[in-house]
């Protein structure tokens, strides 16, 4: 039957059909070919870290503590290592975070996550203020649309007890735990989706 009502038709009529078949055919796989690019660019996704407030504010330790700080963000076991860390070289005051400042500078690195850390020293003794290698690590975590997502903190004392090793490595180590505390903060909260955690 199907023969037959083959025969019927014309042959130019034949060539159409299976051009407009090959046609609907191709754009469906250019389709699935741009949703497979769009993914792949889903992946490609910004993180900004701003300059972390310093406490006690002495301008001889800002650069070492910037060095530590920056060091520590893009290590491979955060839990945003699918995300490209950015240094953004300006201060946004911990306690006052100016959103339209965070709106611009994700839009301007097109960043999905902005974070605003504070470092906190520990003072020793008393009077002029003498340093302890132990810091406490504040951050709090907003989405491009200035939406605060989480806020966390990791104090290294209290978490090691160390008592011996450099403010750096503390450093290293507080801002680690608290990368890591943000990322388990998202997860139960789901207000924000962390994507595929794979290099």
Do not use: W
């Not at 407009?20 to 389709?31: A, E």
């Amino acid at each position: 039957m199907a023969v037959f009502l083959l025969r019927q038709i014309p042959m130019k009529k034949i060539y159409q059909l299976l051009f407009s078949l090959l046609f609907i055919l191709s754009g469906f796989q250019m389709v699935s070919a741009q949703f497979g690019v769009s993914q792949k660019e889903d992946k490609k996704q910004n993180i900004i870290y701003f300059n972390p407030e310093i406490f006690p504010e002495i301008e001889e330790i800002k650069e070492p503590t910037y060095m530590a700080f920056y060091a520590a963000t893009s290590e491979k076991s955060s839990p945003f290592r699918s995300y490209k860390s950015l240094r953004v070289d300006a201060n946004i005051p911990y306690d006052s975070v100016d959103i339209d400042a965070i709106k611009e500078y994700c839009k301007n690195n097109n960043a999905q996550l902005a974070v605003v850390p504070k470092v906190k020293y520990f003072k020793v003794g008393f009077g002029k203020y003498v340093f302890s290698n132990q810091v406490i690590i504040s951050m709090k975590l907003y989405d491009s649309m200035g939406n605060f997502l989480t806020e966390t903190n990791y104090d290294t004392y209290k978490k090691n007890a160390r008592i011996l090793g450099s403010a750096e490595n503390s450093i290293k180590i507080g801002t680690s735990g608290a990368v890591s505390k943000m990322g388990k903060n998202l997860r139960k909260s789901k207000s924000f989706f962390l994507g595929s955690t794979e290099d």
